[in-house]
């Protein structure tokens, strides 16, 4: 038995949506690409400063520092789990998850 919620496939097969969880912000480069390819308008490009604080910032040496924008989850219960922003994002920022069945 599955104990995540699953999909159909034009084809009958099953498949197992992939909600997106997380952004790791300290790698986002602010490119936009997962913006674009979103169907469900999940996402919100805002300024780093909004969402790291001056210590997060100093405390990633892996920061792009060059980078004042970084990308946010706004509406997270509206993703249908395509998992498209992880395919098209060029810094694996994106933490996804299935979704358990209701007990
Ligand atoms: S998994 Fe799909 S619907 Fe969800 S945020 Fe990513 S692109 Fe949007
Ligand atoms: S695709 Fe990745 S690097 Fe580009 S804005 Fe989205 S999360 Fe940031």
Redesign the pocket.
């Known amino acids: 038995m599955n104990d995540y919620i699953t999909g159909i496939t034009a084809g009958g097969a099953a498949w197992t949506p992939?909600?997106?969880q997380d952004i790791n912000q300290t790698r986002c480069i602010g490119c936009g690409r997962?913006f674009k390819?979103?169907?469900?308008d999940?996402?919100d490009l805002v300024d780093r400063s909004d969402v790291l604080s001056e210590d997060d910032i100093d405390d990633y040496d892996d920061l792009e520092e060059d980078n004042a924008q970084v990308m946010r989850?706004a509406h997270g219960n509206?993703?249908?789990?395509?998992?498209?922003?992880?395919r098209v994002c060029p810094k694996n920022c994106?933490t996804?998850a299935p979704l358990p069945l209701a007990a």
Request: hydrophobic share 45%.
């Open positions: 992939v909600f997106v997962c390819v979103c169907p469900r999940v996402f989850i509206d993703c249908i789990g395509c998992s498209a922003c992880s994106f996804h």
